[in-house]
């Protein structure tokens, strides 16, 4: 499959050993027009529930018994879990979220190294009455700040990095309208959070959702991709990065542009100038480097189904969406997350969380990469 971004000889950031923040790496690797060898995806298995009551972390004891998303964060041995609205108690009479004790972000942790049987919490990060604490405030007022989504993190520089977009209003369903999106920082492992004022993008940018990923360019210095959607589960994908240790300052962030007559990557410091590298309707995905393929992978939500998608580099070419799980198998389903830690089989046997609409909570799945027979 050909497309503009097909080029003579690409670069490839390749990853050893998989950890958002902190990660090995090998040298750039080229590749001369590679083909796209993802052939499709077998095998998918419910393994767990994460989250609530029912979860064998339960959750309650920390007063979560409904919450969603469940993006990870690898810092040294430790992966951290950063959920969204999430809720203490639930009628059951209510379907979704909604309920007692409403905050907008709380986060787990783990030292689980075997994704097989689901991930067992350490613990969470906690008030002062052991209860799993706000990280990030929200006004909680509607068309004012409804409240304060996380979309991913990073760990960079020694501090956790926390990617979140202030919602202005929940709209019909998969639309949402963001006053902008924002970054906090902690440098005491997730207790306390600082807002970092200077680096927003706008509401109404292709920059409110991301998913970063953290690589070694050809001067050996490390940057940080973020594969990036507007508000909503409507828009395509773009492509920012931005040296590590320049992670806080908003003029350091670079966006894709196109590539040039050479097949190179063009980046431009306006945002406006950012191309679509993703043409689709995604909603919360996620970006890793998939060693079985050695190829990326994009996961997301798609019109109530989870999709995949290969790259040949960061910006593409991207091959067609294959789907994961069926809408009509897991109903209400989103928020597809990956982490490059917990794979099998060198990364043909992937694991994910996902949420699901109704009960409200985050469950774990796994799934097998089949590459096409040459």
């Known amino acids: 499959m050909k497309s503009k971004f097909s080029i003579a000889v690409v670069l490839l950031f390749a990853v050893l050993t998989g950890c958002i923040g902190g990660t090995e790496v090998k040298p750039l690797l080229e590749m001369k027009d590679q083909p796209f060898v993802l052939g499709g995806v077998s095998d998918l298995q419910q393994v767990a529930q994460l989250t609530g009551e029912a979860s064998p972390n339960k959750t309650d004891k920390y007063v979560v018994y409904g919450t969603d998303l469940g993006s990870m964060i690898n810092v040294k041995k430790k992966t951290y879990f950063v959920f969204g609205d999430t809720f203490g108690e639930k009628n059951p009479s209510l379907t979704g979220a909604g309920g007692s004790f409403w905050r907008s972000n709380v986060m787990a942790y783990t030292t689980d190294k075997n994704p097989a049987d689901g991930i067992a919490f350490d613990g969470m990060i906690t008030d002062d009455f052991g209860l799993a604490k706000e990280l990030l405030p929200s006004k909680k007022a509607d068309f004012d700040e409804m409240t304060k989504i996380p979309t991913h993190g990073v760990y960079a520089n020694g501090a956790l990095y926390l990617y979140f977009m202030s919602v202005n209003h929940w709209g019909a369903p998969g639309e949402w309208d963001a006053n902008y999106a924002g970054v906090g920082k902690s440098t005491d492992e997730g207790q306390n959070w600082t807002l970092l004022d200077g680096l927003t993008w706008p509401g109404d940018s292709n920059f409110i959702q991301v998913s970063p990923y953290k690589v070694q360019n050809r001067q050996g210095e490390s940057e940080i991709y ?33 590539t040039d007559k050479a097949g190179m990557p063009i ?84 694991y994910f969380s996902l949420s699901l609409w109704e009960p409200y909570n985050v469950f774990w799945f796994k799934a097998s990469l089949e590459r096409k027979q040459s």
């Open 267 to 350: 980046w431009d410091n306006n945002m406006s100038k950012a191309e679509l590298i993703v043409d689709d309707d995604v909603g919360e995905l996620s970006v890793v480097w998939n060693t079985y393929l050695e190829r990326w992978l994009m996961t997301y939500s798609k019109e109530g189904a989870v999709v995949i998608r290969e790259g040949l580099t960061p910006w593409g070419p991207w091959g067609e969406p294959m789907e994961v799980v069926k809408a009509a198998d897991y109903p209400g389903l989103y928020a597809p997350y990956m982490n490059e830690r917990y794979v099998e089989d060198d990364g043909k046997t992937i």
């Open 226 to 258: 973020f594969w990036s959607i507007p508000s909503g589960r409507f828009g395509g994908v773009k492509l920012m990065k931005v040296n590590e240790k320049k992670i806080e300052q908003m003029d350091a962030y670079v966006y894709f542009a196109g």
